[in-house]
């Protein structure tokens, strides 16, 4: 049995403390040569949507979606030491992930709305990069749609192992994590460890509901593999 955690990373792995917004806001300014006039509409939302709703936000067309990416990676990389001295990993995420990696059958990757590069950057600034094989994960830079990335985290998977995993379970904070898992075939275990209520997270879907990861054991029980 081999179970296939994907783990979101923004405010369920860390707290971003706003270096986010600052990222896109800082491409945008790369690409249309002024800074925006307000702030980009993020919560769950994939990179490619982000900057999408960000240009219509001010009545502009996105670029090609290849000049984007290359300013958001722009941008992530220069706000990296600032993500590291404002941001933080969120508690018990070290410790679960760790314990996670030693279970036999379990592999644990990233579902994340994030380009590739700029996932990197949020989890290498606090060391999370080695609990993770990020080759297998799924990220905004693979499509538009959050539903569709686990089916590409579940692909990658089969090319790297030879099979595809016999569970996959999404980990995320917000209604749009429980609408990719629950469309795209995988497990949800919600984490109201941003701004969404547990109420929210049931609403949007979640059967399996925790506050926040503190609890190794409850986690592990909640992935069912407790014992």
């Keep these: 049995?081999?179970?296939?955690?994907?783990?979101?990373?923004d405010h369920t792995l860390i707290e971003n403390a706003g270096v986010s917004k600052l990222i896109y806001a800082a491409a945008f300014e790369t690409l249309t040569g002024r800074p925006p006039r307000l702030a980009a509409p993020t919560e769950g939302r994939t990179d490619p949507g982000i900057m999408r709703a960000f240009y219509q936000l001010h009545g502009l067309a996105m670029p090609?979606?290849?000049?984007v990416e290359r300013a958001l990676a722009q941008a992530g990389a220069r706000h990296a030491d600032l993500l590291k001295a404002k941001g933080s990993v969120l508690p018990g995420a070290v410790a679960v992930l760790t314990l996670l990696g030693e279970r036999s059958g379990v592999v644990q990757s990233t579902l994340t709305g994030n380009i590739r590069a700029n996932a990197l950057v949020k989890l290498s600034a606090f060391g999370l990069?080695?609990?993770?094989?990020?080759?297998l994960g799924a990220y905004g830079s693979d499509g538009e749609r959050r539903a569709e990335l686990v089916?590409?985290?579940?692909r990658r998977f089969a090319d790297a192992r030879g099979r595809e995993p016999d569970r996959t379970v999404l980990v995320g904070d917000t209604p749009r994590d429980v609408e990719a898992a629950l469309s795209g075939g995988a497990e949800i275990l919600a984490v109201a460890s941003g701004i969404h209520s547990p109420a929210d997270l049931h609403a949007a879907g979640a059967g399996k509901i925790l506050d926040d990861l503190t609890d190794s054991a409850r986690v592990l029980t909640a992935l069912g593999l407790d014992g």
């Design 1 to 9: 049995m081999t179970l296939l955690i994907l783990w979101d990373v």
């Design 151 to 154: 089916g590409v985290a579940r």
């Design 64 to 67: 090609p979606w290849e000049r």
């Design 129 to 135: 990069d080695t609990l993770l094989d990020l080759n």
